[in-house]
């Protein structure tokens, strides 16, 4: 199995947290970007987190800096997103997404590197 599978999401408060899982294969994970992407209708999917699974830390877009954390797991080939402190905007369907080489921190950004991607989970923050 090379696509992989998102859990996690749901609805929840503003100021709430939720926490969304991906599981890869070994070989999707090993020495690879992985990415987290949202979209919303009408929007192209914008990446809000990525990790290069062989080394270094993560990295996040502005908007979810301070309030999202992403990890990887090299033993179970799989990543979480904590996502803290949510507000409405962060609304939309999240896509975990993997690379299907080593990447450069430059190409993380864009949705063309990764090969890749998950069905999505739905994230509604809401009161």
């Known amino acids: 199995q090379v696509q992989p599978v998102e859990s996690g999401g749901g609805s929840v408060q503003p100021g709430g947290s939720l926490t969304l899982a991906c599981q890869l294969s070994?070989?999707?994970?090993?020495?690879?970007?992985v990415a987290w992407f949202r979209q919303t209708d009408g929007t192209e999917r914008e990446a809000v987190a990525s990790?290069?699974?062989?080394?270094?830390?993560?990295r996040y877009a502005d908007s979810v800096k301070g309030r999202f954390f992403m990890s990887g797991d090299s033993v179970q080939s799989s990543v979480t997103l904590i996502m803290n402190n949510l507000k409405p905007e962060d609304t939309a369907v999240y896509y975990c997404?993997?690379?299907?080489?080593?990447?450069?921190?430059?190409?993380?950004?864009?949705?063309?590197?990764?090969?890749?991607w998950g069905q999505g989970t739905q994230v509604t923050v809401s009161s």
């Open positions: 997404a993997a690379s299907p080489r080593p990447c450069w921190n430059f190409e993380r950004w864009s949705a063309r590197l990764y090969e890749y």
């Open positions: 070994a070989a999707a994970y090993r020495g690879k970007c």
């Open positions: 990790i290069y699974t062989a080394g270094g830390q993560a």
